[in-house]
């Protein structure tokens, strides 16, 4: 008879939730905004923050091998008094322009940072103080070296590529003292600033982040709004353009059918005149509450006055004649009520927009012509 599994300890319960906060919180302060994202929205910031990453150690990079390479002319013109031969100069110089060159070539992430370490070897190489041999270098001007890497823990993207160049940097400064032993006092100092380098590179990381995803945050609320009509909630022209489009699209990628409408509201600057504006802007409001309630997967736009427009995705023309019904009868519960004329087209793969918004404008006029209050079809479903 198999024995009853023995209750979790309420203390390893507690001790497990503490480390798990303490996980969190770290997680937090390590990357700020960025732990508080969804998954799949925080590798899209950090594939747009890899980029930016890039642009700006290719321009640092350059401005070093500029500056590399300044170094090596004055030496070799006499100038700059070197204590190593000038073929070691020229040859780093040289090695660091072919790892440059591969680190901007590479699309795999080991050969690119491979490079890129190389590149940062070759470079110091070249830049180190000069008339002076390594072995008579004081260790805080030795161990100083190591304080440069953690200058570029700002501008990684990814946490683990930050937290691995601290390691790296936590390493070499440890061989190098367990290696050289140096006073206490320099070896305190040492380890003291590299401390403070990372530590620092690591905030400015999480700020960097947070203003980018604040940044970001911003650009598509002022995206947003510039494509959104204030007064019915709907898309405006430039909005509509966008989405519509898209919509268009994808259903002729799925080869699913899509139609689009018109409608105008019938007798509208009458109803302003004789309700005033206020009444007309609550009906306008109240059109895009409808369509928005209707619409379902489509899109739907205010295009000016008391224009709209349908984007309807899946609908052929019963489908899409059903919807301007269920419209209609919506805003016949209205006060004051309001009917519309309708153009209705039903797309063939391949049609542009401007095709069918010109198709369904002009049977929107064909549906004032007949006595408003109805919607003219014009089937473009027979053939592609």
Not at 50 to 68: I, K, P, S
Not at 106 to 111: G, H
Not at 117 to 135: D, E, N
Not at 147 to 167: D, M
């Amino acid at each position: 008879m198999s024995k009853a599994p023995k209750p979790e300890i309420p203390s390893r319960a507690a001790a497990a939730a503490g480390h798990a906060r303490w996980r969190s919180r770290l997680h937090v302060w390590l990357e700020g905004d960025l732990a508080l994202m969804d998954p799949a929205e925080r590798q899209a910031v950090v594939n747009w923050q890899e980029v930016q990453t890039r642009a700006a150690l290719d321009a640092l990079f350059v401005l070093l091998l500029g500056l590399a390479a300044a170094k090596v002319g004055l030496a070799l013109a006499g100038v700059w008094p070197v204590q190593r031969p000038l073929a070691v100069h020229a040859g780093a110089l040289a090695v660091a322009c072919a790892a440059l060159w591969l680190s901007r070539r590479s699309r795999n992430l080991t050969t690119e940072a491979a490079s890129a370490l190389v590149y940062v070897a070759a470079v110091m190489t070249v830049i180190s103080t000069p008339g002076v041999r390594w072995a008579d270098e004081g260790v805080v001007s030795l161990g100083g070296a190591w304080l440069l890497p953690p200058i570029g823990i700002p501008l990684l993207a990814r946490l683990g590529s930050a937290l691995t160049l601290a390691a790296l940097c936590v390493l070499g400064v440890t061989a190098y003292l367990v290696l050289s032993p140096p006073d206490p006092v320099a070896s305190w100092a040492v380890a003291l600033y590299l401390a403070i380098g990372i530590g620092a590179g690591l905030l400015l990381r999480r700020l960097r982040s947070d203003m980018t995803i604040r940044y970001r945050r911003m650009v598509e609320e002022a995206t947003r709004q510039s494509r959104m009509d204030p007064l019915t909630g709907l898309h405006n022209r430039r909005g509509w353009q966008v989405h519509a489009s898209d919509v268009l699209r994808r259903c002729y990628e799925m080869r699913t059918p899509v139609a689009l409408v018109f409608l105008d509201l019938d007798h509208f600057k009458q109803l302003n005149d004789t309700h005033g504006h206020v009444v007309g802007d609550r009906v306008l409001g109240l059109v895009g509450r409808v369509l928005e309630a209707r619409i379902a997967d489509g899109v739907a736009a205010r295009l000016g006055g008391e224009e709209f427009a349908c984007v309807l995705p899946g609908a052929g023309a019963p489908q899409a004649l059903a919807f301007t019904r269920h419209v209609r009868g919506d805003l016949a519960q209205g006060s004051p009520a309001v009917s519309f004329s309708g153009g209705l087209v039903v797309a063939r793969r391949g049609d542009s927009l401007a095709d069918l918004m010109t198709a369904a404008d002009n049977a929107m006029y064909r549906a004032k012509d007949g006595g408003r209050d109805r919607v003219v079809v014009t089937d473009r479903s027979g053939g592609d």
